[in-house]
C-alpha cells in the first residue's frame, strides 16, 4: 500500500547513490520545512501557559526543580533559555526553538524512513504525520518544554549510534553514543526512552532476523540501564551539590504497586496510543470499541508482515511489542500513573508507525500481489495525505485553542482590568475566582484545560507580570485569590475573574 524504492544494479550503484542521497536530503528538508508551516507561526505569537508564569518570576526554580527530579541537564537548559526571558512576549523566543527541535527531529526520522527503504514520498508524508501527533502540540505551544524535542532526537540518534558501535565493535562510537545518552538521561528520561521507538520503526519497516532482533533490543537495554544507573548517581551527587533535599522521586518497590502499574499501562497509555490522532477521553466502552481494532490491526498486521515460521513471527511481535511498552520505561518505574502526551511520545509514534505498516501488509495480503505491486504506491500516498491534511487542521485547532486562544483573551480581559490599579493608591489586590472553578473540556492531560487559571499558580505571577510590563517592576502588592467576595479595604483593589469564566 505504501511504496519502498526498488533495486539498483550494481553498473548504476554509485549514480543510484548520489540520486539516493539527494532523495534522503529532500525528504528530511520537506518534513522539516512543513512542520514549521505548522507550528512556528502558533509559536510566535505572544502567550504563556500554566508553569511559564512561575518560571518567568522564580529563575532559581528553573534549576532547583529539575535537580529534584534528578535533572540537572534540563535544569541547566532551561535557567539558560528560559531564564533569559523576563516578559511574557520573550517566551516566543524558546518556543520557536521547540519548534525547530521538532522540525530537527522530524527530519531525522524522513531520513530514518528513507534509509529503511520507504519511498520519498511516503517517508515525507509518514514523518509530517508524526509531527502531527498530539504530544508534539505541546512542545510547540508550550515554553517550558520547548527542550524536549531536543532530548527526543538526542536520545534517539545516541541510541542508535550505540546499537550500531556494539555491533560494528567500535568502541570509540559506543563511547561516543553513551555519553550522549547520558546527557538525554540527565535531562528528561521519557525523552531519552524515544531510542526504543526508533529501533521499532526501523524492526517493523525492514523486518530482520530474530536473533538479530533480539541482540539489538539487548544492547539498547544495556544502555538505558547502564546510563540510567550512571545517571541516578550523577543526580545525587549534584543534589548533594547544591544542597537539594529529594522530594519528588519515588519508585516502584512492591509487587502490588508492579501489578497496579501494568494494569494502568494496558488500560491507558496502550489505549491512548491506539488512538493516535484523537485526544478526546474515552469512556471504556467508547475505549474498547475505537482501541479494539486497531490493536487487532496491529497484531495481524505485524505477524503477516514477517515470513518464516509461525513460532518465530509470533516472537517477532512479541518482541516489537515489548519494544513500544519499553518506551514508556521511565514512567513504568515510576510510581506516579498520569497521562500526559508529553512523556509519551514515544509510543504514540511507534504505535502510528506500527498502524501503517500493519495496513500496508494488511492490504498486500488481501489484495493479489500483482495488483498490489502495481497499486501500492498509487493507494498509500493519497491515503497518507488525507491523513497529514485532517491532522494538521487537527494540531493548529489544538494549539490554538490551548495555549494561544485562552491567553489572548484572558490577557485581554486583565489587562484592561488592572488599568485602573494605581501603586501609590493600592498595597493589596484581591483577585475573586470563580466559586465552580473553570470550565474544561473532555480531552485528554493538559488538553482538557480551557484556560490555565484554575492551577494555583497561575494568578499571582499572571498578575504580577503584567504590571511589571506596566510600571517596570515585580515586586509589591500583595496579591490575594479568594474564592468567595470578599469586603475590600479602602487600599485594596479588586480584580473579578468571575465575568471571564463564559468567555472561556
Same mark, same amino acid.
Given at each position: 500500500?505504501?511504496?519502498?524504492?526498488?533495486?539498483?544494479?550494481? %553498473?548504476?550503484?554509485?549514480?543510484?547513490?548520489?540520486?539516493?542521497?539527494?532523495?534522503?536530503?529532500?525528504?528530511?528538508?520537506?518534513?522539516?520545512?512543513?512542520?514549521?508551516?505548522?507550528?512556528?507561526?502558533?509559536?510566535?505569537?505572544?502567550?504563556?501557559?500554566?508553569?511559564?508564569?512561575?518560571?518567568?518570576?522564580?529563575?532559581?526554580?528553573?534549576?532547583?526543580? !529539575?535537580?529534584?527530579?534528578?535533572?540537572?541537564?534540563?535544569?541547566?537548559? #532551561?535557567?539558560?533559555?528560559?531564564?533569559?526571558?523576563?516578559?511574557?512576549?520573550?517566551?516566543?523566543?524558546?518556543?520557536?526553538?521547540?519548534?525547530?527541535?521538532? $522540525?530537527?527531529?522530524?527530519?531525522?526520522?524522513?531520513?530514518?524512513?528513507?534509509?529503511?527503504?520507504?519511498?520519498?514520498?511516503?517517508?515525507?508524508?509518514?514523518?509530517?504525520?508524526?509531527?502531527?501527533?498530539?504530544?508534539? @502540540?505541546?512542545?510547540?505551544?508550550?515554553?517550558?518544554?520547548?527542550?524536549?524535542?531536543?532530548?527526543?532526537?538526542?536520545?534517539?540518534?545516541?541510541?542508535?549510534?550505540?546499537?550500531?558501535?556494539? @555491533?560494528?565493535?567500535?568502541?570509540?562510537? $559506543?563511547?561516543?553514543?553513551?555519553?550522549?545518552?547520558?546527557?538525554?538521561?540527565?535531562?528528561?528520561?521519557?525523552?531519552?526512552?524515544?531510542?526504543?521507538?526508533?529501533?521499532?520503526?526501523?524492526? /517493523?519497516?525492514?523486518?530482520?532476523?530474530?536473533?538479530?532482533?533480539?541482540?539489538?533490543?539487548?544492547?539498547?537495554?544495556?544502555?538505558?540501564?547502564?546510563?540510567?544507573?550512571?545517571?541516578?548517581?550523577?543526580?545525587?551527587?549534584?543534589?548533594?551539590?547544591?544542597?537539594?533535599?529529594?522530594?519528588?522521586?519515588?519508585?516502584?518497590? !512492591?509487587?502490588?504497586?508492579?501489578?497496579?502499574?501494568?494494569?494502568?499501562?494496558?488500560?491507558?497509555?496502550?489505549?491512548?496510543?491506539?488512538?493516535?490522532?484523537?485526544?478526546?477521553?474515552?469512556?471504556?466502552?467508547?475505549?474498547?470499541?475505537?482501541?479494539?481494532?486497531?490493536?487487532?490491526?496491529?497484531?495481524?498486521?505485524?505477524?503477516?508482515?514477517?515470513?518464516?515460521?509461525?513460532?518465530?513471527?509470533?516472537?517477532?511481535?512479541?518482541?516489537?511489542?515489548?519494544? !513500544?511498552?519499553?518506551?514508556?520505561?521511565?514512567?513504568?518505574?515510576?510510581?506516579?500513573?498520569?497521562?500526559?502526551?508529553?512523556?509519551? $511520545?514515544?509510543?504514540?509514534?511507534?504505535?502510528?508507525?506500527?498502524?501503517?505498516?500493519?495496513?500496508?501488509?494488511?492490504?498486500?495480503?488481501?489484495?493479489?500481489?500483482?495488483?498490489?505491486?502495481?497499486?501500492?504506491? %498509487?493507494?498509500?500516498?493519497?491515503?497518507?495525505? *488525507?491523513?497529514?491534511?485532517?491532522?494538521?487542521?487537527? /494540531?493548529?485547532?489544538?494549539? @490554538?485553542?490551548?495555549?494561544?486562544?485562552?491567553?489572548?483573551?484572558?490577557?485581554?480581559?486583565? *489587562?484592561?482590568?488592572?488599568?485602573?490599579?494605581?501603586?501609590?493608591?493600592?498595597?493589596?489586590?484581591?483577585?475573586?475566582?470563580?466559586?465552580?472553578?473553570?470550565?474544561?473540556?473532555?480531552?485528554?492531560?493538559?488538553?482538557?484545560?480551557?484556560?490555565?487559571?484554575? @492551577?494555583?499558580?497561575?494568578?499571582?505571577?499572571?498578575?504580577?507580570?503584567?504590571?511589571?510590563?506596566?510600571?517596570?517592576?515585580?515586586?509589591?502588592?500583595?496579591?490575594?485569590?479568594?474564592?468567595?467576595?470578599?469586603?475590600?479595604?479602602?487600599?485594596?483593589?479588586?480584580?473579578?475573574?468571575?465575568?471571564?469564566? #463564559?468567555?472561556?
Amino acid at each position: 500500500m505504501f511504496g519502498r524504492d526498488g533495486e539498483a544494479g550494481s %553498473a548504476d550503484r554509485p549514480v543510484f547513490d548520489v540520486l539516493r542521497w539527494a532523495s534522503n536530503r529532500s525528504s528530511s528538508l520537506a518534513a522539516a520545512a512543513f512542520v514549521f508551516v505548522v507550528y512556528a507561526p502558533l509559536a510566535g505569537r505572544r502567550s504563556a501557559w500554566s508553569d511559564d508564569f512561575p518560571r518567568l518570576l522564580d529563575k532559581d526554580s528553573l534549576i532547583t526543580d !529539575s535537580v529534584d527530579d534528578g535533572r540537572p541537564v534540563l535544569g541547566l537548559v #532551561n535557567r539558560l533559555v528560559l531564564g533569559s526571558a523576563d516578559t511574557i512576549g520573550d517566551l516566543a523566543v524558546p518556543r520557536l526553538l521547540g519548534v525547530i527541535g521538532i $522540525a530537527a527531529l522530524i527530519g531525522y526520522l524522513a531520513a530514518e524512513l528513507r534509509k529503511l527503504d520507504w519511498s520519498a514520498s511516503s517517508a515525507t508524508l509518514i514523518a509530517c504525520s508524526i509531527a502531527l501527533l498530539p504530544p508534539f @502540540h505541546g512542545y510547540a505551544g508550550w515554553a517550558t518544554v520547548f527542550s524536549y524535542p531536543w532530548f527526543i532526537l538526542l536520545g534517539a540518534w545516541s541510541g542508535s549510534l550505540w546499537v550500531e558501535a556494539v @555491533h560494528l565493535r567500535s568502541w570509540m562510537r $559506543a563511547a561516543l553514543g553513551f555519553g550522549c545518552f547520558l546527557i538525554a538521561m540527565l535531562a528528561y528520561p521519557p525523552a531519552a526512552m524515544f531510542c526504543w521507538a526508533v529501533l521499532g520503526i526501523r524492526h /517493523a519497516s525492514r523486518p530482520v532476523a530474530l536473533p538479530s532482533m533480539f541482540r539489538e533490543a539487548l544492547a539498547m537495554g544495556c544502555l538505558v540501564v547502564g546510563s540510567g544507573v550512571v545517571a541516578i548517581g550523577v543526580g545525587k551527587v549534584v543534589m548533594g551539590a547544591l544542597d537539594v533535599e529529594p522530594t519528588r522521586l519515588g519508585v516502584v518497590e !512492591s509487587l502490588p504497586e508492579l501489578v497496579e502499574k501494568m494494569v494502568w499501562f494496558l488500560t491507558h497509555p496502550v489505549v491512548v496510543a491506539a488512538r493516535p490522532f484523537i485526544i478526546l477521553s474515552p469512556g471504556e466502552v467508547v475505549a474498547v470499541l475505537t482501541a479494539g481494532p486497531v490493536l487487532a490491526l496491529i497484531l495481524v498486521g505485524l505477524s503477516i508482515s514477517r515470513s518464516g515460521a509461525p513460532g518465530n513471527r509470533l516472537a517477532a511481535v512479541g518482541l516489537l511489542l515489548t519494544v !513500544s511498552a519499553l518506551t514508556m520505561t521511565a514512567h513504568l518505574v515510576s510510581v506516579d500513573n498520569q497521562i500526559e502526551y508529553r512523556f509519551m $511520545a514515544g509510543i504514540v509514534v511507534l504505535t502510528w508507525v506500527y498502524i501503517v505498516v500493519a495496513v500496508r501488509a494488511v492490504y498486500r495480503r488481501l489484495m493479489a500481489e500483482r495488483t498490489a505491486g502495481r497499486w501500492v504506491g %498509487a493507494v498509500g500516498v493519497p491515503v497518507l495525505l *488525507v491523513v497529514v491534511t485532517v491532522a494538521t487542521w487537527m /494540531a493548529w485547532t489544538n494549539v @490554538h485553542q490551548v495555549f494561544v486562544g485562552p491567553a489572548e483573551v484572558k490577557e485581554e480581559y486583565l *489587562v484592561d482590568r488592572l488599568g485602573e490599579f494605581d501603586p501609590d493608591q493600592h498595597d493589596r489586590i484581591v483577585v475573586l475566582q470563580p466559586a465552580d472553578g473553570w470550565p474544561s473540556r473532555s480531552n485528554l492531560g493538559i488538553f482538557s484545560s480551557r484556560t490555565d487559571l484554575g @492551577h494555583d499558580w497561575v494568578v499571582e505571577p499572571n498578575v504580577r507580570l503584567l504590571l511589571a510590563e506596566r510600571f517596570g517592576r515585580t515586586e509589591g502588592p500583595e496579591v490575594l485569590v479568594t474564592y468567595e467576595p470578599t469586603e475590600l479595604g479602602p487600599r485594596d483593589f479588586g480584580l473579578d475573574l468571575r465575568p471571564l469564566r #463564559n468567555r472561556l
